[in-house]
């Protein structure tokens, strides 16, 4: 198993609310990553961040904003959520943001938004 | 467009069958990685395999590279029920991040 946690795991929630998805790891690893899913369906890169103080906009438009004030922590916050936010939200790491290295993923959070 | 694209999208198998994953890109890449998400998980690395390297093995998985028809195949020998997943190839390039595929959900049934 990955060193790698996200919480909550299940969250449901009205329209307009705040929400902060939490990720940590501790392997040290600078690369950190946000992917959304929907069942069934591919991944899609939200947000990535290649260390402290670092935060990048991935391929897929998000409302989403995320933070990365220490090296073990990549948090992704949703200002007001909508039903269009419901998803399955995974994070990810790795050592290097060379290509050669492996993406260990936490367990994800199943997002709905009521 | 996506860069890697699984076939088929779903497969189902006998328990002791063999099951091959095909996943085809568009550009050129440097490697390959393999992975898999169990239902309702994160995904697991399974595999990576360089654009300079044809086959690679791992315990029961066997995967082929052919840059020149940008394609690779993923094959699990004597399949299992815990061998129930989705699977998804994730192609990578210099300076820039994975693209994963759409995956292939296998069932193995006992």
Known sequence: EADIYQTPRYLVIGTGKKITLECSQTMGHDKMYWYQQDPGMELHLIHYSYGVNSTEKGDLSSESTVSRIRTEHFPLTLESARPSHTSQYLCASSESAESDYEQYFGPGTRLTVT | ?110
Not at chain 2, 21 to 31: F, H, L, Q, R, V
């Open chain 2, 1 to 110: 467009s996506q860069q890697g694209e699984e076939d088929p999208q779903a497969l189902s198998i006998q328990e002791g069958e063999n099951a091959t994953m095909n996943c085809s890109y568009k550009t050129s890449i440097i490697n390959l990685q393999w992975y898999r998400q169990n239902s309702g998980r994160g995904l697991v690395h399974l595999i990576l395999i360089r654009s300079n390297e044809r086959e690679k093995h791992s315990g029961r998985l066997r995967v082929t590279l052919d840059t020149s028809k940008k394609s690779s195949s993923l094959l699990i020998t004597a399949s299992r029920a815990a061998d129930t997943a989705s699977y998804f190839c994730a192609t990578g390039n210099y300076g820039q991040n994975f693209v994963f595929g759409p995956g292939t959900r296998l069932s193995v049934l006992p």
